[in-house]
């Protein structure tokens, strides 16, 4: 069966660090990778997604980028963080459903 | 542009009654519609789904309603437990088919 894993679960930082979040899948072969961003009480926003290794699609302008190195490893990455960063991360994967992982809070300070 | 929205942020019931959610989209070219449960700290999970050739489907005392003509979508819980309380969201296939658009969100309160 397929999993998702997400990591950090959870990451403080201060404004201005830089940030990296992991995201892999397990048990599939060139799904679609997903990275949505969730505020607090609100839906989903779709900030990237990837349909193969190195193709990235971004939806929205941001200080954030993605990076897909190897088929099942989905990278959120950020050179200088900004208050507005603040939320939950969530990677997700489909070859027709969305499935999404854990999810990682991030608290920019 | 694409919007998908729900029609009530929350909706309250007692445990053992029969829960309908709502939803509306736009966009009437989406084929490909899914209802997420999300619980509190955790990443959505797939409920069920649907695709615009059916109008109904069943899962575990769950039930997916697809009205195409007036763009609404629903989903009845049967039997409701304390346990499916969170936050549920509709998702529909964006127009190019790569990616969703989730609505907002309806938070389910169940009571004992």
């Known amino acids: 069966s397929q999993t998702i894993h997400q990591w950090p679960a959870t990451l403080v930082q201060p404004v201005g660090s830089p940030l990296s979040l992991e995201c892999t899948v397990e048990g599939t072969s060139n799904p679609n990778l997903y990275w949505y961003r969730q505020a607090a009480g609100r839906g989903l926003q779709l900030l990237f997604y990837?349909?193969?290794?190195?193709?990235i699609s971004s939806e929205v302008p941001q200080n954030l980028s993605a990076s897909r190195p190897q088929d099942r490893q989905f990278i959120l990455s950020s050179k200088k963080l900004l208050l507005s960063d603040s939320g939950f991360y969530l990677c997700?994967?489909?070859?027709?459903?969305?499935?999404f992982g854990p999810g990682t809070r991030l608290t920019v300070l | 542009g694409e919007s998908v929205g729900l029609h009530l942020p929350t909706l309250s019931v007692q445990e053992g009654d029969n829960s309908i959610i709502n939803c509306a989209y736009s966009n009437s070219a989406s084929d490909y519609f899914i209802w997420y449960k999300q619980e509190s700290g955790k990443g959505p999970q797939f409920i069920i789904d649907?695709?615009?050739?059916?109008d109904k489907r069943q899962g575990q005392r769950v039930t997916v309603l697809l009205n195409k003509t007036v763009k609404h979508l629903s989903l009845q819980i049967a039997a409701t437990q304390p346990g499916d309380s969170a936050v549920y969201f509709c998702a529909e296939n964006n127009q190019a088919g790569t990616a969703l658009i989730f609505g907002k969100g309806t938070t389910l309160s169940v009571s004992s």
């Open positions: 990837s349909v193969g290794i190195g193709q």
């Open positions: 997700a994967w489909s070859l027709d459903t969305q499935y």
């Open positions: 649907i695709r615009s050739n059916m």
